[in-house]
Every structure is written in structure tokens, then in C-alpha cells.
């Protein structure tokens, strides 16, 4: 099964507010987790990046925070524009080491309303 | 140049016919990568070459035959698929393995 997974599938929110995108993972020995966004037609984009070390990290309008005691990944976007309507992926380097084996969760789509 | 560039876009193929898909970087990053994503799902991973090397090979069957002739370039070639391999695959580079990873638009395949 799935070693990486999200809450929801789709998420709608209201234009300038702030969107929360939860992801669940299961091996304790992961130690680096990426968000991408993926607009229809494309491939994914990188958002923004963290590992084991650390509990949180920022980037422009967005906020990724990991909580390793519950195997837990979440993606905060403030003030969500229109432009950020797209399916979003958090991803796992799955196993220890530098593996290169990047696996995905089911995604969720977040819709913006105007 | 930060772009990973795929090739074709868009493939239609029959079940007898032999194609390649290509995958191009001038980052220098040193790891290239395979994904196969269905419709309204996670994308999969099918190959990883780690400094021209295949270092991970995702059980994925033999009709689906990656090449790397050099750091820039990765290719897949493609040989009696079938219809349920329809998807759109995307190449991905990284400085290194477990880096964050740059992902091309994908080719769109259609077996018929």
C-alpha cells in the first residue's frame, strides 16, 4: 500500500484565505519530504522542501511543517489566489540513505473560489 | 537553462510499433529519473539513473527499456506496449539522489 498518503482528495477555499494541505506518512525512516503542485497539462512543480531535522520551514506564502512523532506533513498557503488551484503531492525519500526512491501520495486538489 | 525538456509532447502508438521518448537537461544535474502517472493519480516511479547509472529499476516489465547515453540526455524506449500502458510519462532530474527533483511536461501516450 501507499507509505504516503493526504487527508483529503479535494479542498475548496475561499480567495485570500489560507489553505491547509495535510499528508500522512508511515516510515519512521524517511528523512526528507517535498511539496509539489501539478496544474493540469504540466508536470509537477516543486514548492517546497524540508527534512528530519527540522519542524518547519518557509517560503514565500507557503509553510511546510513536519511533526515526526505522528508521521505527519502539512503545506500551509496564505492569502490563496486563483493561481494556486491545482492538485497538490506531498512526496517521501523512501527509506534511508541517498536512494533517490521519491514517492508520492495521493494527492489533493485545492480549488480557489473567487 | 533550469528546464527538464521532454519529447514528444503528445504519442499515439500501436501495439506492434517501437518508439522512444526523450528527456533532456543542461543543469548538470547527475540523477534522471522515469515516472509513469495515470489520470487523477500519484505519479510512479520507474527508473532512476544515478551518474549515468541505473540504480533503481521498479519491477516495471522489459517492454519499457531506459537508456542514458550521457549526463544530459535520458531516454525510453518502448516495444509492443499495451493498451493499459497509456499515461503520461515524466522525466525528472536532481542534483543528486534524494534531492529535490525538477520534472519535465511530460509526454502524453497513447497505445491503441
Known amino acids: 500500500g501507499e507509505s504516503v498518503g493526504l487527508h483529503l482528495p479535494t479542498l475548496s477555499v475561499q480567495e485570500g484565505d489560507n489553505s491547509i494541505i495535510n499528508c500522512a506518512y508511515s516510515?519512521?525512516?524517511?528523512?526528507?519530504f517535498i511539496w509539489y503542485k501539478q496544474e493540469s497539462g504540466k508536470g509537477p512543480q516543486f514548492i517546497i522542501d524540508?527534512?528530519?531535522?527540522?519542524d518547519k520551514r518557509q517560503g514565500q506564502r507557503v509553510t511546510v511543517l513536519l511533526n515526526k512523532t505522528v508521521k505527519h506533513l502539512s503545506l500551509q498557503i496564505a492569502a490563496t489566489q486563483p493561481g494556486d488551484s491545482a492538485v497538490y503531492f506531498c512526496?517521501?525519500?523512501?527509506?534511508?540513505?541517498?536512494?533517490?526512491?521519491?514517492?508520492f501520495g495521493q494527492g489533493t486538489t485545492l480549488q480557489v473560489k473567487p | 537553462d533550469t528546464e527538464v525538456t521532454q519529447t514528444p509532447k503528445h504519442l499515439v502508438m500501436g501495439m506492434t510499433n517501437k518508439k522512444s521518448l526523450k528527456c533532456e537537461q543542461h543543469?548538470?544535474?547527475?540523477?534522471m529519473y522515469w515516472y509513469k502517472q495515470k489520470a487523477k493519480k500519484p505519479p510512479e516511479l520507474m527508473f532512476v539513473?544515478?551518474?549515468?547509472?541505473?540504480?533503481i529499476n521498479e519491477s516495471v516489465p522489459s517492454r519499457f527499456s531506459p537508456e542514458c547515453p550521457n549526463s544530459s540526455l535520458l531516454n525510453l524506449h518502448l516495444h509492443a506496449l499495451q493498451p493499459e500502458d497509456s499515461a503520461l510519462y515524466l522525466c525528472a532530474s536532481s542534483q543528486d539522489p534524494a534531492e529535490k527533483l525538477f520534472f519535465g511536461s511530460g509526454t502524453q501516450l497513447s497505445v491503441l
Open positions: 516510515n519512521s525512516a524517511s528523512d526528507y
Open positions: 543543469m548538470g544535474h547527475r540523477a
Open positions: 512526496a517521501e525519500n523512501h527509506g534511508s540513505g541517498n536512494t533517490g526512491k521519491l514517492i
Open positions: 524540508i527534512r528530519s531535522n527540522m
Open positions: 539513473y544515478s551518474y549515468e547509472k541505473l540504480s
